[in-house]
């Protein structure tokens, strides 16, 4: 009974080709403009999209049929469908598309399936799905693989071409598995084996998974063709009397695609401007996402299609199970309490698709026929119904804090290597100047002994010359004695001269033996101070040179404590969020989400801190009892810029906790925010510290001290200067917390605080909106009571500002934070008469009417219909206008 399709022969999976990575195409993809830079974990309203497709006449029609008109005319050009009844009456229905028989495949991906593509690989999950009676075209829509003409490829090829133009092969992985859904058992395509796998539901999500479907890892276009065709060969089809290859199952082909978001590391810089191999990684991200693409059964009537024994139990169970997707969509589209997906496998496994967080195509194929004119009403019957299902967009996104903790890891243990080997290198120093310092006093001994040598030979030599001397003067002297006393005992001479010449010469021998005594007490004396003076130099040169090294040390000894410093807080800041997110997701995401309507991203900060407990602490409060608050707020005026920029960081989160708001602005840390707004014209600089002051602007204390260091005039100057959405939602969000202070409202008007945030709406960015709007309802909030204490009186400052325009504008914009602000902002501007006719010339009548009646909350509600019901100039416009309200 059942036949092979597209002439593959049935069988197991088999690749004997190595599969080639396909390489990342220099330009970028279409679809990489919609990809978000950063976390967004807001759910967005999707709409499933349906696109209905004709077929053409097929040789049997143009036989059976030739003398009727068919039963559908198309009107592409305004996606409109014309079902007729008889000759003279027809139904007119509207689609998101309309494709004619002659619309070819590309056009069909185009508008059917590549918006579901782009989202899928901006992270959120996708579904597209064809539905339709049999022989209508839904399988060559989806699944045409192509082989004999390129153009014919369906949604299914084409959808993993656009796909791994997208990929990059280092950081992104794509696994497929491809299914069936036959007599209500889940089949594996790729495996035949695997008959029989179980649907398990997460009961804290309601996310399906799929234990037992074999995943294939897929690098290139070739390799997910040869699934296709694998797939489809063991996929179930038999020949009815309307369709000569009808499918008997509904096959499931999902996607998983994995991306890593990858940002630039910045390099920590010495002070001699050596690079250094600390680097400060980015947080890194990883986007789960997954594409399923459905090509259900079709639907068939028995008399018609000639189903009998086993094709009649396959025909049932296949008209039982889009039974029960239609009985789903349908209590979705009523908006019913209870929606009966545990019926069959088909809506289990759709669960997501439809009133979950996918972004759903659906294509429904219809034929000419006016023989089948029931079934194909009952088609875009079904493609109406589905209209109506609203789905909640949810980006997939994850933190992979093990990677960031690993490479963390990695640099701690090379910074400590690092150190042990310039330590040893330091050691090694210090020996190799003691060993020089010891040749050097060596050579200086061995000098002075060769000197003092010649010295003493040389005195020698004197001594000598002068004993020969006077030895000879001595025989002299005898001899003139001797002659002397010869004549004396003659009678002649005197004898007195004689003993005057050898007292003298006595006289010389004791001046030459003290001189020679002298001398050599003069050389004993100098031979001290040379061995003294050679001593004092060497270890003079030697105490320079070692308090030089010492000096270099230390410096180096402080840049490695700063940067242990920062790779100790980076890690502690990796637990902290790594338990916060195992918090959030053990306590529901209605914990954690980011709320738009009130708060910004410090309150949520300053939430997830209070929701932590007393019994455990911060791991930013454990760096703060670690290093120290005046540590951490000198290393704000650091010269390293990455030092600094990591110290802000940390006050930042600091400041989000309200225990620490006092202790920070006593040590001067509000100042030293400012100083940074006012001196460092770094982007990521002023980000951080303009959230840390949003953070101290929370408590009402702070609030004056802020606005008389002038800090309403810095954060405008940094909103008239910045461009980065982060940065201006940081300054809208400090700017609106202090527009809640009923004192300081004078003094942030006339600083400039209402202009700058009307300056800021240039970004367009919803969160930046968000805040401007949340600060203006806050203004006006305030000066509304102002105006009832008789405090003040005229015309509201928003208005003289030129802020009734923009207020006007998005008093209905789509984001429900944004107009929600507004119409609080409204309501208070409309409640003193000074103000309406400003209000009434500008539009803002017609919107209070729309609030009274159509806002969703009733508190806003009841306070717009108060107000129109109080002031005497809205009621006289309305009743010249003919309005009830």
């Not at 918006?115 to 989806?142: H, R």
């Not at 003290?514 to 001290?528: P, Q």
């Amino acid at each position: 009974m059942a036949s092979n399709r597209n002439g593959v022969q049935r069988g197991s999976a088999k690749f004997d080709r190595p599969l080639k990575p396909r390489l990342r195409p220099s330009s970028p993809s279409p679809g990489s403009a919609l990809r978000r830079p950063a976390r967004n974990s807001h759910a967005v309203p999707g709409r499933v999209r349906v696109a209905v497709r004709l077929r053409p006449r097929n040789a049997e029609e143009m036989m059976a049929d030739a003398d009727f008109a068919d039963c559908v005319e198309v009107q592409p050009e305004l996606k409109r469908l014309k079902l007729r009844r008889n000759n003279w009456d027809s139904d007119t229905y509207e689609f998101d598309e309309v494709l004619t028989e002659f619309a070819s495949q590309k056009r069909v991906y185009e508008v059917v399936a590549k918006p579901v593509v782009e989202s899928v690989l901006d992270g959120y999950n996708g579904t597209v799905m064809a539905y339709g009676q049999t022989g209508t075209g839904k399988t060559f829509t989806l699944g045409r693989l192509g082989d004999g003409d390129a153009s014919d490829r369906g949604i299914m090829v084409r959808s993993m071409e656009d796909i791994f133009a997208d990929l990059s092969p280092d950081t992104d992985f794509v696994t497929v598995s491809y299914l069936q859904l036959y007599m209500e058992t889940l089949q594996d395509l790729l495996n035949p084996a695997n008959d029989n796998i179980p649907i398990v539901e997460d009961p804290r999500n309601g996310d399906v998974s799929l234990p037992g479907a074999t995943l294939v890892e897929i690098t290139d276009q070739q390799s997910i063709l040869e699934l296709l065709r694998v797939g489809e060969a063991n996929r179930v089809a038999a020949n009815t009397k309307l369709n000569t290859e009808s499918s008997r199952s509904h096959a499931i082909l999902m996607v998983h695609i994995k991306r890593s978001v990858l940002e630039s590391e910045d390099i920590v810089s010495s002070q001699n401007g050596d690079a250094s191999h600390l680097t400060k990684p980015s947080k890194p991200l990883v986007r789960k996402s997954k594409l399923v693409v459905v090509d259900l059964a079709g639907s068939e009537r028995v008399h018609k299609s000639g189903s009998e024994g086993h094709m009649l139990e396959e025909a049932k169970s296949i008209n039982l199970s889009l039974s029960s997707l239609g009985k789903c969509i349908n209590a979705l589209a009523e908006n019913n309490a209870h929606v009966p997906f545990r019926d069959s496998k088909l809506t289990r496994m759709l669960r997501d698709s439809f009133g979950g967080t996918a972004r759903t195509s659906l294509i429904v194929t219809i034929g000419p026929s006016p023989r089948h004119r029931g079934e194909t009403s009952s088609t875009i019957l079904f493609g109406q119904r589905a209209m109506k299902v609203e789905n909640m967009l949810k980006i997939k996104e994850e933190f992979d804090y093990k990677s960031l903790s690993r490479k963390l890891e990695i640099q701690l243990d090379k910074l400590i290597a690092e150190n042990e080997r310039q330590q040893k290198a330091f050691e090694d120093e210090v020996e190799k100047v003691n060993l020089e310092a010891q040749c050097r006093i060596a050579e200086v001994e061995r000098n002075f002994a060769d000197a003092l040598e010649k010295e003493r030979l040389k005195c020698q030599m004197e001594y000598m010359e002068l004993v020969k001397e006077l030895e000879q003067k001595l025989v002299l002297n005898q001899e003139r004695h001797d002659c002397n006393n010869f004549v004396a005992d003659n009678g002649e001479g005197p004898a007195s001269s004689s003993a005057d010449e050898v007292a003298e010469a006595k006289m010389l021998l004791e001046t030459e033996r003290n001189r020679r005594k002298a001398a050599e007490e003069e050389v004993e004396r100098l031979k001290s101070q040379l061995g003294k003076h050679t001593q004092a130099e060497a270890e003079d040169v030697e105490i320079i040179k070692l308090r030089n090294i010492l000096e270099d040390e230390a410096n180096q000894k402080k840049r490695l404590e700063e940067e242990i410093i920062i790779l100790r807080s980076q890690l502690l800041q990796l637990n902290f969020e790594a338990d916060q997110m195992r918090r959030c997701l053990e306590n529901g995401s209605s914990g954690s989400t980011f709320s738009a309507t009130d708060s910004s991203m410090t309150q949520v900060r300053h939430s997830q801190f209070k929701d932590t407990g007393n019994g455990q602490k911060s791991s930013v409060a454990t760096l703060f009892e670690q290093v120290g608050l005046q540590k951490i707020l000198s290393l704000l005026e650091s010269d390293d810029a990455n030092v600094r920029i990591h110290a802000v960081k940390v006050v930042a989160n600091l400041a989000a906790e309200e225990a620490n708001q006092k202790r920070i602005v006593e040590a001067g840390g509000l100042s030293s925010l400012l100083m940074l707004l006012r001196r460092y014209e770094d982007e990521t600089v002023r980000r951080v510290a303009a959230g840390a002051i949003a953070n101290l602007a929370m408590n009402e204390a702070n609030q004056e001290l802020i606005m008389t260091e002038g800090g309403i005039t810095l954060l405008s100057m940094t909103a008239s200067d910045a461009e980065d959405p982060q940065t201006l939602r940081m300054v809208a969000g400090a700017i609106a917390n202090l527009c809640g202070n009923d004192r300081i409202l004078m003094t942030l008007r006339s600083q400039g605080g209402i202009k700058a945030l009307l300056g800021i709406v240039r970004c367009g960015h919803p969160d930046v909106l968000s805040q401007v709007a949340r600060g203006i309802a806050n203004f006006a909030k305030c000066e509304s009571r102002a105006s009832n204490q008789g405090i003040k009186s005229g015309r509201s400052f928003l208005i003289e500002d030129g802020a009734l325009p923009w207020i006007v504008q998005n008093a209905n914009n789509e984001a429900a934070p944004i107009r929600r602000h507004i119409e609080l902002a409204l309501c208070h501007l409309a409640q003193h008469e000074v103000n309406a006719k400003d209000l009434i010339s500008g539009g803002a009548l017609w919107e209070l009417v729309r609030i009274s009646r159509d806002c969703s909350r009733e508190d806003i509600r009841n306070l717009a219909r108060r107000t129109l019901s109080s002031v005497s100039t809205f009621k006289s416009e309305l009743r010249r206008l003919r309005i009830d309200y």
